[in-house]
Every structure is written in structure tokens, then in C-alpha cells.
């Protein structure tokens, strides 16, 4: 079986920053992606950011932009997204989500797996 969980949410004030973490565990072969997506209070779960592992290079949603940089520990299947200048419009339950490879009974088999989430909460 594969894990997923989220850590570094918190409540901060606006400008402020915070770095959540993302940590993959368990029988693993590979990983593919690792991305962050985010709902907030009445609204649909949205993309944030994505790193698909093949390149150094990672993709944002336009409102993260500039502000959020997401990175990637391969050693220890961790991703993180550091967030900078945070808006009160950034106050959401995160979310990691580990595309992936993992053992099953000597088998290589796909998985596709979201964490609990984490709290942002950024007011003043």
C-alpha cells in the first residue's frame, strides 16, 4: 500500500509565508507526479501546481504564479510548495496528489493517490 500525507498548513496574515510538505510512502517503485491542488470554503477542488518528474521544471495555475514554488525530494518521495506574499484568497484545504508506480505481490502496479489535505487559513 501507498500513503499520502500533507503537513505545514497553519494560519498566517496576509504577505505572509508558509511550506507544505507532501510525503509518499510505502512500498514504491516510482513516482510520476506530485502535484498540489486546493478547495476552498463553497468551492471546487482547483489546480495549484504539478511536477511530473521528468523535467526540473514545474507547471502553476495562474493565481499561484510567481508566489508559490513547488520542489521535489525524489530520495525521499516528498514534495513541498513553498508559498510566498499568501492573499486571503489563498485559504483552502490543500491537497497533494502522488501519481505513481508501487509492488504488489511481485507485480508492478499503477496507483493514483490524494492525501487527507491541510489547512490555510491566511487573514488578518
Known amino acids: 500500500q501507498v500513503r499520502v500525507v500533507e503537513s505545514g498548513g497553519d494560519s498566517v496574515h496576509p504577505g505572509g509565508s508558509l511550506r507544505l510538505s507532501c510525503a509518499a510512502s510505502?512500498?514504491?517503485?516510482?513516482?510520476?507526479?506530485m502535484g498540489w491542488y486546493r478547495q476552498a470554503p463553497g468551492k471546487e477542488r482547483e489546480f495549484v501546481a504539478v511536477?511530473?518528474?521528468?523535467?526540473?521544471?514545474?507547471n502553476y495555475a495562474d493565481s499561484v504564479k510567481g508566489r508559490f514554488t513547488l520542489s521535489r525530494d525524489n530520495v525521499r518521495n516528498t514534495a513541498y510548495l513553498q508559498m510566498n506574499s499568501l492573499k486571503p484568497e489563498d485559504t483552502a484545504v490543500y491537497y497533494c496528489?502522488?501519481?505513481?508506480?508501487?509492488?504488489?505481490?511481485?507485480?508492478?502496479?499503477?496507483?493514483?493517490?490524494w492525501g487527507p489535505g491541510t489547512r490555510v487559513t491566511v487573514s488578518s
Open positions: 510505502g512500498v514504491i517503485s516510482s513516482i510520476n507526479a
Open positions: 496528489n502522488v501519481d505513481g508506480h508501487m509492488f504488489n505481490n511481485s507485480r508492478v502496479q499503477r496507483f493514483d493517490i
Open positions: 511536477n511530473t518528474g521528468f523535467s526540473s521544471t514545474s
